[in-house]
């Protein structure tokens, strides 16, 4: 898309992205202000709106952020949304059944290749995960 992009709208996708990577890890309030070098001010007011609306859970004893559970609805329905996708991660699973190995879904997203979905049984599936990013050049993409 063309036009400017919101900075506002850029920082709340870094926290949830942050949360995303962070996997089984769960966060302080302190490492997302440090890792993402936000302020105390910026990263509360994300995570109080994430958190209401159920895209960020605080654990109250722990004291840390993890996804949430509205996450979870919004990330279940691409499947539905994006149909072209849904069939390739069908057919990366066919042919994983077929050959005994996993299979990739991969997309292009600008200046690189994204990592979708890995399809097959987990022991001989790569070390990536979905979310990895190769730059769109040679030897891949061209």
Known sequence: MRGATSAPTARVLDVVELLARAGNRQ???SDIVRELDLTQATVHAILKTLCDRGWASRDPVAKTFTLGPALAVVAARTDT???LTHAA?????RLSRE????????????DSLVVTAFEGEPATQPSGIPGDRIPYAPPFGV
């Open 81 to 83: 949304a994006r149909p």
């Open 27 to 29: 966060l302080r309030f």
């Open 99 to 110: 050959v005994g190995y996993a299979g990739s879904v991969v997309e292009r997203f600008g």
């Open 89 to 93: 991660r069908s057919a990366a699973l």
